[in-house]
């Protein structure tokens, strides 16, 4: 773990760099998980900025990211697309895992929408379905927080209660007015790489999950931390371990979530708006 100052100096750098590429920095930004890269196909006259030209930041390994961030503009609405994400599995510390979160905070980013792809555990979600997060089990055995506390981060002990909620409430207004479904639902964070067992689902389970997954958990207490709203949606890839006979693939995920892109796009999209209305509000 480096110290205080040189984390929150390698934050300042990455920061910098967004800010001298996308000038001005959009206020929405869209995190896009495994599968959910096809929004960026939608930008409007988009600049891009791959994740190796930022500074301290890893290259992203894992198939179905794209390893980059891009800004434009989406019906009218600027907005920040990241495209991919490093993952606490892959061996990274937790302050690397929430760099870039931490970054676009920094930059000016004030609403942050976070999607993965997620095992579902509720009997009524199926491959195919979102779900809106209404809140969040950390199993990660970590948290992007522990360590010397950086005020110029926020509180040492941030208030979680609220975390998707604000977010949560326009999702939810755009998926009516759109007539797509979108549940809601609990998730639990696991750090992977494997797949939960199926003892583990049913402890989530007994806990009160409906979806479990790899991401999403440090960057949504870190981008809190920051003061930054979050909103976060889940695309069920797949039946989460012993909840049917099949097994388990990332090819499965990825066919899936991009079966099911179009749909999240048409939310994300007629959530802008309001969005944008939501921080004039602030």
Do not use: W
């Not at 996308?22 to 096809?38: A, C, H, N």
């Not at 939960?196 to 999950?209: D, F, K």
């Not at 949504?220 to 099949?246: D, H, L, P, R, Y």
Request: hydrophobic share 45%; aromatic share 4%; glycine share 12%.
């Amino acid at each position: 773990m480096m110290n205080v100052e040189e984390n929150f100096e390698r934050v300042q750098r990455v920061a910098q760099k967004i800010r001298e590429t996308f000038d001005p920095v959009p206020e929405i930004g869209l995190v896009l998980g495994s599968g959910l890269g096809g929004l960026a196909d939608a930008l409007d006259a988009p600049r891009v900025l791959p994740f190796e030209e930022l500074p301290g930041y890893p290259k992203a390994k894992i198939a179905g990211h794209a390893g980059q961030l891009s800004a434009g503009r989406l019906e009218g609405v600027d907005v920040l697309l990241q495209q991919g994400r490093v993952h606490y599995y892959e061996g990274h510390p937790m302050e690397t895992v929430v760099l870039l979160t931490r970054g676009l905070a920094l930059a000016g980013v004030k609403i942050l929408i976070i999607t993965n792809a997620a095992g579902g555990i509720a009997t009524d979600l199926g491959p195919g379905d979102l779900m809106r997060l209404t809140d969040h089990l950390n199993l990660m055995g970590n948290n992007p927080l522990i360590g010397p506390h950086e005020p110029r981060f926020g509180e040492r002990f941030p208030d979680l209660s609220r975390t998707y909620s604000d977010v949560g409430a326009v999702l939810d207004r755009a998926a009516k007015q759109t007539g797509q479904m979108l549940h809601k639902g609990v998730y639990a964070g696991f750090s992977g790489p494997s797949y939960e067992t199926p003892a583990e689902i049913e402890m989530v389970r007994a806990l009160g999950a409906s979806a479990v997954g790899m991401s999403t958990v440090p960057e949504a207490i870190a981008a809190t931390q920051m003061g930054v709203k979050v909103g976060a949606v889940s695309c069920i890839a797949n039946s989460a371990a012993g909840m049917t006979e099949a097994g388990i693939s990332h090819e499965e995920v990825l066919e899936v979530t991009a079966r099911a892109s179009r749909r999240l796009t048409a939310i994300l999209i007629a959530a802008l708006p309001m969005l944008q209305k939501l921080i004039g509000e602030e």
